[in-house]
């Protein structure tokens, strides 16, 4: 009787120890599951934000160079302004010294009839 509560007793802790080694193989094979899947999603995840950040700094990059030609076209468009305004205010000096010429040589013309009407 003795030796059967022994051979039970063994039998016991066998199945037991068994049953501890299959639980611990199951949880380290889940917890190495999760290692992986949480690994796998944070490298996706850090791809992505890279990916944005790239595309980001593109924009970034993209609206920079904008910006430099809108300020050069700026600078053209008021070069252009002032050189179109230099060039009506020579063309209005030009027209007001040719209209005190022409003035200037009707005064002329009038002395000269007037010196001829006389005579």
Known sequence: ?????????????????????????????????????????????ARRLRQEAKEAGALLAAKSELEKQLELERTRAELERRRLADAE?????????????MAALEEEMRMQREAAEAE
Do not use: I
Request: proline letters at 0%; hydrophobic letters at 50%.
């Open 1 to 45: 009787m003795r030796r059967e509560r022994a051979a039970v007793r063994l039998q016991a802790f066998q199945r037991g120890r068994a049953a501890r080694f299959a639980y611990l193989r199951a949880r380290f094979a889940a917890v190495a599951f999760q290692c992986a899947w949480r690994a796998k999603t944070a490298r996706a995840r």
């Open 89 to 101: 205010a020579k063309r209005e000096k030009e027209a007001k010294e040719a209209a005190a010429r």
